[in-house]
């Protein structure tokens, strides 16, 4: 049976292979857990979208005005959205209320996307705003999905099973380098 000396080398050589497979390891344990809150703020969205699609109420609508706004971004890219703001009012139990939400998560997109949302509600206009039945003041007026919240689902969780394949690996590296 042979043994080998242990010098300061080779002691520091394992110390910091250690600490370098350590170090990946908490790299890695952010990015899941950054992966994971994405993927759970996408099914927030989609829970909060159908839920009002399910039990909000259609209640009789007047169009006051419809106006598309900017949504300046911040950043190095610095691509703007614009909101659809369409201002209604609606009676729910002989009570007015006056709503601007047109989409279930009142979501901003392209420019061409909101400006063809307010033509359909020109001022003077009858339209169905859908109001919440526990809070009447919050409305919206399209009753349709939107497909961001799957997307905020889906690209992350993507990501997380090539997070996932990329934790195998580096374990399986590890394994045959103590090896």
């Not at 190095?76 to 279930?104: N, W």
């Not at 901003?108 to 859908?130: I, K, M």
């Not at 689902?153 to 090539?162: G, H, M, S």
Request: glycine letters at 6%; one cysteine or more; a positive charge.
């Amino acid at each position: 049976m042979t043994t080998t000396a242990s010098t300061p080398e080779t002691t520091t050589s394992i110390r910091t292979s250690r600490r370098a497979r350590r170090d990946v390891y908490w790299f890695l344990a952010a990015v899941g857990a950054g992966l994971v809150f994405f993927v759970a703020v996408g099914f927030a969205m989609a829970f909060t979208q159908e839920r009002r699609l399910a039990a909000y109420r259609p209640a009789p609508a007047y169009i006051l005005s419809a106006t598309v706004e900017q949504v300046r971004a911040t950043g190095a890219k610095r691509t703007d959205t614009y909101l659809p703001v369409v201002r209604y009012h609606y009676q729910v139990d002989g009570r007015t209320y006056q709503g601007t939400r047109v989409t279930p998560l009142g979501e901003s997109r392209g420019r061409e996307w909101a400006q063809r949302l307010t033509e359909h509600f020109p001022p003077g206009a009858l339209a169905v705003a859908y109001y919440d039945p526990a809070d009447p003041g919050t409305a919206f007026l399209v009753r349709q999905r939107s497909f961001i919240p799957y997307i905020v689902i889906a690209c992350p969780l993507l990501l997380l099973i090539a997070w996932g394949w990329l934790l195998t690996a580096v374990r399986r590296l590890a394994g045959t380098a103590e090896n």
